[in-house]
C-alpha cells in the first residue's frame, strides 16, 4: 500500500526543523528512521500532510560520552549505540537492550529518538532510560526544557512531547561502582517485539542491596516501586528476589492481544524480574582473575 500524499520538507539545521514544525503544527511530523512511521503511513493509520526529514541535519546526531554523563542525539541510529564501544563499557545495559530491537537493517536506519518518540509499549529503549532514569532534551521554537523519562511516557503510544516539539537528546547518568544490570525479554521469535520485558540495576554496599531499579513493560514502562523499596537493605539472596518479582508483579496492569494474554504477560514479566535480579546481582561484583 502507498501512504495518502504528504509535503516532503529536507531542512538541514535544528533551527529550520523547529521553524517548520511552529509554523506546521500537528499537521506535520517528524521523520526519522521511518522503521515506524513509514508503516502506519502505509497503513493508512498515520496521515500526516507534512513529512520533515530529519536526517540531514547532522548536529542531532552524536553519541559524546563524558565523566558522569552519556549524551546522545536524537538521529543516532540505534546500531551506533549497541556498536559503540564506551557505551558497551560505561551503559552496557543500552547495548544489549538495543540488540534486541527487531533486526540488524531496522537498527541500521531507525534512531534512538524515533523510537522513544513512538513509544512502543514493548519497545526496548523506553524501558533501559527509565530504569537508568535519563532526561530528555526537548526543544520547540523559541523554548527548551527538559523532561525526566519517568515524565515522558504518557500513556499508550503517547508522550509528553506537543506537536511543535522535538525531542533533540537523552542524557544518561552514569552506573555507580557495584551496579549490576540485566535485560531481559521474551518474543516469540528472535527479532520480533517483545511479549515481555525488564530492565533491571542492582546496587551494592557491603554485601547490602543500596539501590534497585526494575522496570517493566506495559502500556508505558512500569516502574516496580514496592519491589525497589523491599529489596533496599536487603540481603540479596534467591528468595529476596522471589519475593522482588512476586511484588512486582502482583497487580501488575497488562493488556492482551492476539499475541499473549495479560495474564500470560504479567507470569512472564514475574519469571524475567527474578532471573534479572539474579543476572545484575552477579554482574554488581564482576569476577577478577584473583577469584
Ligand atoms: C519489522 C520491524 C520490527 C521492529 N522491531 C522492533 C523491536 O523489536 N523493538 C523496538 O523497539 N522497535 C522495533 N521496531 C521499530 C523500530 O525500532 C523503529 O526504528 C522505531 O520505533 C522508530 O524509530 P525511527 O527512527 O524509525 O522513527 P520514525 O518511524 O521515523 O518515527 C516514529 C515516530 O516518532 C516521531 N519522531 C521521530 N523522531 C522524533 C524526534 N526526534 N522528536 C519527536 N518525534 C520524533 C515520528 O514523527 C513518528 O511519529 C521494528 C520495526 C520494524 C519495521
Redesign the pocket.
Known amino acids: 500500500m502507498k501512504p495518502p500524499k504528504f509535503e516532503y520538507h529536507n531542512p538541514t539545521t535544528l533551527l529550520q526543523v523547529l521553524d517548520l514544525m511552529h509554523q506546521l503544527g500537528d499537521t506535520a511530523?517528524?521523520?526519522?528512521?521511518?522503521?515506524?512511521?513509514?508503516?502506519l503511513m502505509n497503513l493508512r493509520l498515520a496521515r500526516p500532510q507534512h513529512l520533515i526529514d530529519?536526517n540531514s541535519v547532522q548536529e542531532l546526531r552524536f553519541l559524546r560520552a563524558g565523566n558522569n554523563l552519556l549524551e546522545i542525539g536524537?538521529m543516532t541510529r540505534?546500531r551506533e549505540l549497541e556498536r559503540s564501544i564506551e557505551i558497551l563499557e560505561r551503559w552496557p545495559i543500552i547495548a544489549e537492550a538495543t540488540s534486541?530491537?527487531?533486526h540488524v537493517q531496522?537498527r541500521n536506519?531507525?534512531?534512538v529518538?524515533?523510537?522513544l518518540?513512538?513509544a512502543?509499549p514493548?519497545?526496548?529503549?523506553p524501558l533501559v532510560m527509565v530504569a537508568l532514569e535519563a532526561s530528555f532534551i526537548v526543544r520547540k521554537e523559541n523554548h527548551q526544557r527538559q523532561v525526566a523519562s519517568s515524565e515522558f511516557f504518557v500513556n499508550y503510544m503517547t508522550t509528553a512531547?506537543e506537536p511543535d516539539e522535538?525531542?533533540v537528546a537523552i542524557q544518561v547518568p552514569s552506573l555507580s561502582k557495584h551496579t549490576g544490570w540485566s535485560f531481559q525479554e521474551i518474543s516469540l521469535r528472535h527479532g520480533d517485539?517483545?511479549l515481555a520485558g525488564v530492565a533491571t540495576l542492582l546496587s551494592l554496599n557491603e554485601g547490602l542491596i543500596r539501590d534497585a531499579s526494575l522496570i517493566l513493560t506495559g502500556r508505558i514502562p512500569i516502574r516496580a516501586t514496592e519491589a525497589e523499596e523491599f529489596l533496599r537493605g536487603q540481603k540479596p539472596t534467591e528468595s529476596i528476589f522471589q519475593e522482588a518479582a512476586r511484588l512486582a508483579t502482583v497487580n501488575l496492569e497488562q493488556d492482551s492481544d492476539i499475541h499473549a494474554s495479560a495474564d500470560y504477560r504479567r507470569r512472564a514479566c514475574g519469571v524475567l524480574a527474578r532471573r534479572s535480579l539474579q543476572e545484575a546481582l552477579a554482574r554488581a561484583y564482576p569476577k577478577t582473575k584473583d577469584d
Open positions: 511530523r517528524p521523520l526519522a528512521g521511518g522503521q515506524s512511521l513509514v508503516p530529519l536524537a540505534q534486541c530491537i527487531g531496522i536506519r531507525g534512531t529518538g524515533g523510537s518518540a513512538h512502543f514493548s519497545a526496548e529503549l512531547l522535538l525531542l517485539f517483545a
